[in-house]
């Protein structure tokens, strides 16, 4: 009896000890890139915004998106053409840099005031302005990994342009759902 005892003791110590080990996914095996392309704006704003990332360890990357826009969209007051935004992010998962993330970035951004037409002593004006400014600000979001290395990512954020001038945007807007591929 205590032989059976020891032996399905010996057995029950050797299965508790076999599930400790982590599981490792193959899309974290030695793949550190990411390009993304952010599929709401293309379908909402016609913009193209691609971005690179490099994944730095386990909780933290940086990267680096641009953005062109095609369309002069008059229905925006403030319009955006191009933007250049390098990023940090701070991921708070257990898993390799996936899960709920924060990002602090800077955006180098061009944008046009699209101004109503009027009349001034009988002489039509047309007030368009493109402003070049610089924003700083903070996002929030989530990044999926399917187990092939394609990622999804839905972000948030908002940023205060520094040195304004006068009729000027004081905040600018960052978000998007974005499709990609780690390798």
């Given at each position: 009896?205590?032989?059976?005892?020891?032996?399905?003791?010996?057995?029950?110590?050797?299965?508790?000890?076999?599930?400790?080990?982590?599981?490792?996914?193959?899309?974290?095996?030695?793949?550190?890139?990411?390009?993304?392309?952010?599929?709401f704006g293309v379908l909402v704003f016609e913009w193209i915004d691609v971005s690179y990332e490099y994944l730095i360890n386990e909780e933290s990357s940086f990267g680096v998106g641009v953005l062109v826009g095609f369309d002069n969209n008059e229905d925006i007051d403030e319009y955006r053409k191009f933007s250049l935004t390098p990023y940090?992010?701070?991921?708070?998962?257990?898993?390799?840099?996936?899960?709920?993330?924060?990002?602090?970035?800077?955006?180098?951004h061009s944008y046009e005031n699209?101004?109503?037409?009027?009349?001034?002593?009988?002489?039509y004006q047309h007030n368009d302005k493109t402003n070049t400014e610089f924003a700083v600000g903070i996002s929030v979001g989530g990044k999926f990994i399917s187990k092939k290395g394609f990622t999804t990512e839905i972000y948030l954020g908002i940023g205060r342009n520094l040195g304004r001038d006068n009729g000027s945007l004081e905040v600018v807007g960052r978000g998007g759902v974005s499709l990609g591929y780690r390798f």
């Amino acid at each position: 009896m205590k032989r059976i005892a020891l032996i399905v003791l010996l057995f029950s110590n050797l299965i508790i000890f076999s599930q400790e080990k982590e599981e490792k996914f193959p899309q974290d095996i030695n793949k550190k890139h990411e390009v993304k392309l952010n599929v709401f704006g293309v379908l909402v704003f016609e913009w193209i915004d691609v971005s690179y990332e490099y994944l730095i360890n386990e909780e933290s990357s940086f990267g680096v998106g641009v953005l062109v826009g095609f369309d002069n969209n008059e229905d925006i007051d403030e319009y955006r053409k191009f933007s250049l935004t390098p990023y940090y992010r701070r991921y708070f998962s257990s898993k390799f840099a996936r899960g709920f993330f924060v990002e602090g970035f800077g955006m180098l951004h061009s944008y046009e005031n699209n101004n109503y037409d009027y009349y001034i002593n009988g002489n039509y004006q047309h007030n368009d302005k493109t402003n070049t400014e610089f924003a700083v600000g903070i996002s929030v979001g989530g990044k999926f990994i399917s187990k092939k290395g394609f990622t999804t990512e839905i972000y948030l954020g908002i940023g205060r342009n520094l040195g304004r001038d006068n009729g000027s945007l004081e905040v600018v807007g960052r978000g998007g759902v974005s499709l990609g591929y780690r390798f």
